[in-house]
T-cell receptor, first 116, second 109 residues
Framework: GAVVSQHPSWVICKSGTSVKIECRSL??????MFWYRQFPKQSLMLMAT?????????EQGVEKDKFLINHASLTLSTLTVTSAHPEDSSFYIC????????????FGQGTRLTVV | GQNIDQPTEMTATEGAIVQINCTYQ??????LFWYQQHAGEAPTFLSY??LDGLEEKGRFSSFLSRSKGYSYLLLKELQMKDSASYLC??????????WGAGTKLIIKP
């Protein structure tokens, strides 16, 4: 069964509005959650790493004020795209590693965001 | 810097065998992962190698050579449902995954 639950699966929003994407670990505590963005026919691009109880670490070029990440509990991390623009339209995926050290990455189902 | 290289696209015939290569450069090394991703879906785990050699799992096998910074994914008895992108990812010393751009595999009847 699913290890990580992400929703919504898809969302259409108007330019200028904000969209929140949730990612939950289902049967374990995820101290770290990775947020990726994937444009069509491109690879996963790491946007930020969220850690429970502390500030997220953003990759170079990713605006932290635009992509707000909150990891308030060990089972929930959220990504909020603020003041969305059409160029923010993309596939957003969360991922976490179950346990310590070397483990496979478990992914949420992904969220297809379309900004019109 | 850290880098993962793999071919952009490959084409193969149903029932045949295909090998997808991957070369990697990571800061430290904690293993090499292969994932399958169908269009519009999240990646799913296929294999993990940390020691040199071949790991076989059904129709899929994965090989690693640490000295060469090289891995390949071997798919046998190809089926139409194997049409997907295959992502190679290296895990660095901080347990971060460094992702390749993915290889789009097209299966023809």
């Amino acid at each position: 069964g699913a290890v990580v639950s992400q929703h919504p699966s898809w969302v259409i929003c108007k330019s200028g509005t904000s969209v929140k994407i949730e990612c939950r670990s289902l049967d374990f505590q995820a101290t770290t959650m990775f947020w990726y963005r994937q444009f069509p026919k491109q690879s996963l691009m790491l946007m930020a790493t969220s850690n429970e109880g502390s500030k997220a670490t953003y990759e170079q070029g990713v605006e932290k004020d635009k992509f707000l990440i909150n990891h308030a509990s060990l089972t929930l991390s959220t990504l909020t795209v603020t003041s969305a623009h059409p160029e923010d339209s993309s596939f957003y995926i969360c991922s976490t590693l179950k346990g310590q050290g070397i483990t496979e990455a478990f992914f949420g189902q992904g969220t297809r965001l379309t900004v019109v | 810097g850290q880098n993962i290289d793999q071919p952009t696209e490959m084409t193969a015939t149903e029932g045949a065998i295909v090998q997808i290569n991957c070369t990697y450069q990571t800061s430290g090394f904690n293993g090499l992962f292969w994932y399958q991703q169908h269009a519009g879906e999240a990646p799913t785990f296929l294999s993990y190698n940390v020691l040199d050699g071949l790991e076989e799992k059904g129709r899929f096998s994965s090989f690693l050579s640490r000295s060469k910074g090289y891995s390949y994914l071997l798919l046998k008895e190809l089926q139409m449902k194997d049409s997907a992108s295959y992502l190679c990812a290296g895990m660095d010393s901080n347990y971060q995954l460094i992702w390749g751009a993915g290889t789009k595999l097209i299966i023809k009847p």
